[in-house]
């Protein structure tokens, strides 16, 4: 089956979501430059990433077919939790998120070129405020040791060990996995890309 679309990530969760909805896709992923910059909000960086990689993807393949990217960070007062570093930074991270609520924003962008050259760019945002119950030092360190906290976003896996953290979600738990699925299939409709139903 030939591919719909082109996925710029090399997330195994943002494959399982396009699976999901059985849209065919290839993957190819180029390395952005993810800092965020001084002052910017989380949700214009999360736009801005989103958007850097698909126009990477799409300038270096110059193919027709469309680009889908995103980007997910999530925010707790105001400030960017990227991905750990180490364990002491995960371990950090994690008890920041304990016992409050945080927002997980993701933003997912959609390029398409004709004759090389782009003709559309369509992008959205998903907002998620998720709640985490109090978790102890022990149990931050036991989760650690899992090493499903590595290469994620806040340092957790809502689909994951970490579910167990989660007192309550108010929004997307798809976007909190990183590709919000009611934003992406509205994108994906603007291309005339057909979703399996």
Not at 65 to 78: K, Y
């Amino acid at each position: 089956m030939k591919e719909q679309l082109i996925l710029a990530s090399a997330s195994p969760r943002r494959r399982e979501l396009l699976d999901q909805i059985g849209v065919s896709y290839r993957v190819h992923v180029l390395e952005v430059d993810e800092t965020p910059r001084s002052l910017e909000l989380p949700q214009d960086y999360v736009y801005r990433v989103a958007a850097a990689k698909s126009a990477a993807c799409l300038a270096a393949l110059k193919c027709e077919c469309p680009v889908l990217s995103a980007d997910t960070s999530v925010v707790i007062e105001g400030q960017i939790l990227g991905k750990p570093n180490d364990r002491e930074q995960a371990e950090s991270m994690l008890t920041q998120l304990a016992g409050k609520t945080h927002q997980v924003m993701t933003a997912v962008s959609l390029r398409c070129a004709v004759n090389g050259e782009e003709k559309t760019h369509f992008q959205a945002l998903s907002i998620t405020e998720v709640c985490f119950r109090p978790i102890g030092r022990k149990e931050i360190q036991s989760y650690w040791e899992t090493a499903e906290p590595q290469g994620k976003a806040g340092a957790y896996a809502i689909q994951g060990l970490a579910s167990i953290f989660v007192e309550s979600i108010n929004g997307s738990y798809s976007g909190v996995m990183g590709l919000p699925l009611f934003e992406t299939a509205a994108l994906l409709s603007k291309q005339g890309i057909k979703i399996i139903i």
